[in-house]
T-cell receptor, first 115, second 109 residues
Framework: DAGVTQSPTHLIKTRGQQVTLRCSPI?????VSWYQQVLGQGPQFIFQ???????GRGNFPDRFSARQFPNYSSELNVNALLLGDSALYLC??????????????FGPGTRLTVL | RKEVEQDPGPFNVPEGATVAFNCTYS??????FFWYRQDCRKEPKLLMS???SGNEDGRFTAQLNRASQYISLLIRDSKLSDSATYLC??????????FGTGTRLLVSP
């Protein structure tokens, strides 16, 4: 079975531009979460979506937005890019809404560089 | 104060050594606890969940002390392949995982 997939794998943008990152969860998983990992730090929670609705939001500015589609895939959008947005963006999927048995499985990430 | 705190290391140990990592968390409402492993420039992968009763998976043992808000990971008989960053993770709410900065382990021959 395919794991979590993300595209693109690498991306280079300039300050002020906008970017869209994509994620396909494991088949049968309905929950998708997004994390940002800057070099030397652990991943930071950005959003969680379940059944196409936002169920959680981390401490990120409104430049960050996301959505989930009927097939449970998801997009993360970042507007007005700043140098500090350079990071590895990770998508994680899980079967449900957070039962104690739910495990989050991470995709390989999209490495975004902002110049 | 950070929600999850870990010693960043690195911990340099020889093959066959036993090494222990510790982690503290600040929110007593935290619901679930995990150790994830992350190799360089790769995604985090679940190593094991952590239960109050303690749990063991081969050479790995995890412990949780809710009263002290403390989590530990013990690795016995270290292998070269254990070299990685070990992330202490706490679940808050539905699916929000809060990660520590990670502890880097280097196992040498």
């Amino acid at each position: 079975d395919a794991g979590v997939t993300q595209s693109p794998t690498h991306l280079i943008k300039t300050r002020g531009q906008q970017v869209t990152l994509r994620c396909s969860p494991i088949s049968g998983h309905k929950s998708v979460s997004w994390y940002q990992q800057v070099l030397g730090q652990g991943p930071q929670f950005i959003f969680q979506y379940y059944e196409k609705e936002e169920r959680g939001r981390g401490n990120f500015p409104d430049r960050f937005s996301a959505r989930q589609f009927p097939n449970y895939s998801s997009e993360l959008n970042v507007n007005a890019l700043l140098l500090g947005d350079s990071a590895l963006y990770l998508c994680a999927s899980s079967p449900g809404q957070g039962a104690s048995t739910d495990t989050q499985y991470f995709g390989p990430g999209t490495r975004l560089t902002v110049l | 104060r950070k929600e999850v705190e870990q010693d960043p290391g690195p911990f340099n140990v020889p093959e066959g050594a036993t090494v222990a990592f510790n982690c503290t968390y600040s929110n007593s409402a935290s619901q679930s606890f995990f150790w994830y492993r992350q190799d360089c420039r790769k995604e985090p992968k679940l190593l094991m969940s952590v239960y109050s009763s303690g749990n063991e998976d081969g050479r790995f043992t995890a412990q949780l002390n809710r009263a002290s808000q403390y989590i530990s990971l013990l690795i016995r008989d270290s292998k070269l392949s254990d070299s990685a960053t070990y992330l202490c993770v706490v679940r808050m709410g539905f699916q929000k995982l809060v990660f520590g900065t990670g502890t880097r382990l280097l196992v040498s021959p």
